[in-house]
């Protein structure tokens, strides 16, 4: 079983900046990847970045060039720093990792979600 434990979400003026962490813990092998999501209300859950443990990256287009992704492989920790917020980013935050808990075993794992509400 691996458990996400997500910090860092609150209220955010648009315009302002807020750093998401996220760590692992349970039982790990290894983990291929870490990430970000988020839903906003009525919305479907889309990507905002993910990182693989040899650090590549992938983000959602409107996330490029405003959101930073990284990763402590050492700590099983993922970091969102997340810059020039706007009001259309509000959204509940999910962080997944893909985790291999033995040798050819692969779940993926879902935190909680936190709130990132941006205000205007």
């Known amino acids: 079983q691996v458990q996400l434990v997500e910090s860092g979400g609150g209220l955010v003026q648009a315009g302002g900046s807020l750093r998401l962490s996220c760590s692992a813990s349970g039982s790990i092998f290894s983990i291929r990847a870490m990430g970000w999501y988020r839903q906003a209300p009525g919305k479907q859950r889309e990507l905002v970045a993910r990182i693989t443990s040899g650090c590549s990256t992938e983000y959602g287009d409107p996330m490029k060039g405003r959101f930073t992704i990284s990763r402590d492989n050492a700590k099983n920790t993922v970091y969102l720093q997340m810059n020039s917020l706007k009001p259309e980013y509000t959204a509940v935050y999910y962080c997944?990792?893909?985790?291999?808990?033995?040798?050819?075993?692969?779940?993926?794992?879902w935190g909680q979600g936190t709130q990132v509400p941006v205000s205007s």
């Open positions: 997944y990792a893909d985790v291999i808990t033995g040798i050819d075993y692969d779940v993926d794992s």
